[in-house]
């Protein structure tokens, strides 16, 4: 705005400047006089603006003439393109005159124009390596894809414009939902320039979506060797390659195979809760209880987790309440004020009936972090007790419309996810979820660690378990103690919500 106003104004200056000079020489009666030889010539007014404009085209002539004499004696001289530099040169200005135009209506949004631009800086340059990649854009800013397409097929034939072309071309499959045509693009784009952290990001949650984990862990290796990743941060992200890697080796039936993903997992993170986790589950196939509890207690020391939990239990199936709680005595000690290992012991007792000793576990939880889970807990411990229908309603009551606690949260987009998984569901990204408390905004998945009382005991091959609904909402309340039904008050506290 203000811009167009400094021009308004000195478009009237201008103006003004020559009215009053046009004024200024009809006001001179006499005119120009000027002598030359003895010759003496007497101009007017206008005759003298006349002559003044003339003789400023006589020298512009006359400096263009010798120019091309320049140019002629040169091409003499043996410069064989000097004449054609000489005509070429004002197609040159007028060009790149024109490409900087372009380059402003693009910056400006105005794609149209800006491929109006591009075509005569085409035309007057012959430079499509600097043309075509403006005019893709453009075409792709005012939704013309053929056009783009063709454009970005042109800087192909280029080397130097090569690599930009694929990333155009892959661009436009990502958002044509093509993913398999561009991978394949990505991975041209990858041999071309290695070194580009854009591209080999892309080519990496590319070969992630795909279940491409081998490729996806040599992928992560070339930004490694060029750079472009942290070490320590390599390290994780391999560990989470590997661990899908085991996944899907599970869902496909080489259990072997996955059991060394798992472990190769564990050792490149060792506090990655779902590695340590599985690789427990494989020490514990192998015949290892002791390297598994070693995995879970490193993890756990770290970050105390329900699925870390339910990993320790299953390493010994069989044991008594009161040898379970000894066992898993060893794994409070890491971290005895952390609210998961406060949940962990009074689930604990609460299986081995020993209510009072589940209270003393929990202490004030439900009251400093009221979320569903310790909340359903309180409500057990008072049915075990023997607490009035009304205090053990009163508590699911308010486990119905608490927090559901940490949760699976991508860091990226804020999905809430049920499960752990290498890659986010909803936007795709590798490893950016963390065990964290979920905004009350965003979508609540279910999952076994999300059920209102966790199955952190493990499963046994005898288990005691009691659901029941209160108008259409699920309230899951599951205790299993290790043995027979043992714990009948603990597994009956969700129907006192009828």
Known sequence: MLVSLIKFLLFVAIVAGLVYGAEFLLNQGEGLRIAVANTEFTLGPIQTVIAVVALLVTVWVVLRLLGLLVAVLRFLA???????????????????????????????????????????????????????????????????????????????????????????????????????????????????????????????????????????????????????????????????????????????GDIDMANDEAIEAVRLSPTLVPAAAMAARAYVAMGKPRNAAQAIKTAWAHEPHPDLAAAFAEIVPGETPAARIRRFGTLATLKPSHPETKMLMAELEIAAENFPGARKALGDLAETMPTARTLTLMAAIERGEGGSDTTVKAWLAKALTASRGPQWVCENCGQVHGAWSPICGNCSAVDTLSWKEAPESAAVSDGPAMAMLPLIVGALDDKTAAEDDDSGADVEAEVVPPGAAEAPAAAEMAKAAN
Do not use: C
């Open 78 to 252: 043996g410069d064989e393109t000097a004449i054609t530099r000489f005509f070429a040169r004002n197609r040159e200005r007028r060009g790149f005159k024109a490409l900087s135009e372009a380059f402003t209506a693009l910056a400006a949004g105005e794609g149209s124009e800006a491929m109006t631009k591009a075509g005569k800086a085409e035309r007057l340059l012959r430079r499509p390596d600097l043309t075509n990649l403006i005019r893709a854009q453009a075409a792709e800013m005012s939704g013309d894809r053929l056009k783009a397409t063709e454009a970005y097929k042109n800087l192909l034939s280029d080397d130097r414009t090569r690599f930009v072309g694929v990333r155009g071309l892959m661009k436009q499959k990502l958002a044509e939902g093509d993913t398999v045509t561009a991978l394949k693009l990505a991975e041209k784009a990858f041999v071309l320039k290695p070194r580009h952290s854009g591209n080999s990001d892309m080519l990496l949650q590319l070969q992630a979506q795909t279940a491409n984990w081998k490729g996806a862990r040599k992928t992560l290796g070339a930004k490694l060797k060029y750079g472009s990743v942290p070490r320590d941060l390599h390290k994780r992200r391999d560990a989470v390659l590997a661990l899908a890697d085991a996944q899907a080796r599970i869902a496909s």
